[in-house]
């Protein structure tokens, strides 16, 4: 099974500021990769597909990058409704297995 | 409106069974893969099922192969997850989503599960 691993595990931030989370795979998953974020309470939703497309409906300010085995979730410009976890997941093959996790909240 | 609606959740005893139902609408159902995740109390998210537009590939996670069943029916626009000798361990949230994906070697694409329910939750104790 390819596992994920995410870095940092929380990061506490001020409106405004660039938040970048990096999500490692344990083997190649060439662009396969998912982000989602999540809200306390609430069910997970796309941010980001295939490594680096933007899902229809998302900020501008959310990017992703990255192939192969590293990628990154990138928030430019931190607003109020950014603070959740946020999940990366792999979809190179089964079973799918997601990161463990970033919470990003209130510095 | 695109929406999935879960259904099924409850409090089970340890060895029993419980069926999850997932009621899809506003879109076309039978042309989309979907899924199955949970989300144990305070843990992240764990993928636990797959099943292709027709039903015909399945795929799960190791720790429920054999006691979980996937299914769907299109003509009612339905997902199920079948939960058979059921452990504390499987206590979650479990949410449906719909996978965007193509499963075929020569056109294989995965653009992410971008539809969600609002979860049901499973709690296995005695």
């Known amino acids: 099974d390819i596992q994920m691993t995410q870095s940092p595990s929380s990061v506490s931030a001020s409106v405004g500021d660039r938040v970048t989370i990096t999500c490692r795979a344990s083997q190649g998953i060439s662009s396969w990769l998912a982000w989602y974020q999540q809200k306390p309470g609430k069910a997970p939703k796309l941010l980001i597909y295939?490594?680096?497309s933007l899902q229809s409906g998302v900020p501008s300010r959310f990017s992703g990058s990255g192939s192969g085995t590293d990628f990154t979730l990138t928030i430019s410009s931190l607003q109020p409704e950014d603070f959740a976890t946020y999940y990366c997941q792999q979809a190179n093959s089964f079973p799918r297995t997601f990161g463990p996790g970033t919470k990003v909240d209130i510095k | 409106e695109v929406q999935l609606v879960e259904s099924g959740g409850g409090l089970v005893q340890p060895g029993g069974s419980l069926r999850l139902s997932c009621a899809a609408s506003?879109?076309?159902?039978?042309?989309?893969?979907m899924s199955w995740v949970r989300q144990a109390p305070g843990k992240g998210l764990e993928w636990v099922a797959n099943i292709k537009q027709d039903g015909s590939e399945k795929y799960y996670v190791d720790s429920v192969k054999g006691r979980f069943t996937i299914s769907r029916d299109n003509a009612k626009n339905s997902l199920y997850l079948q939960m058979n000798s059921l452990r504390a361990e499987d206590t979650a949230v479990y949410y449906c989503?719909?996978?965007?994906?193509?499963?075929?070697?020569?056109?294989?694409?995965?653009?992410?599960?971008?539809?969600w329910g609002q979860g049901t939750t499973v709690t296995v104790s005695s």
């Open positions: 295939a490594a680096s």
């Open positions: 506003g879109f076309t159902f039978s042309s989309y893969w």
């Open positions: 989503a719909r996978a965007r994906m193509n499963s075929s070697p020569n056109d294989y694409y995965y653009y992410g599960m971008d539809v």
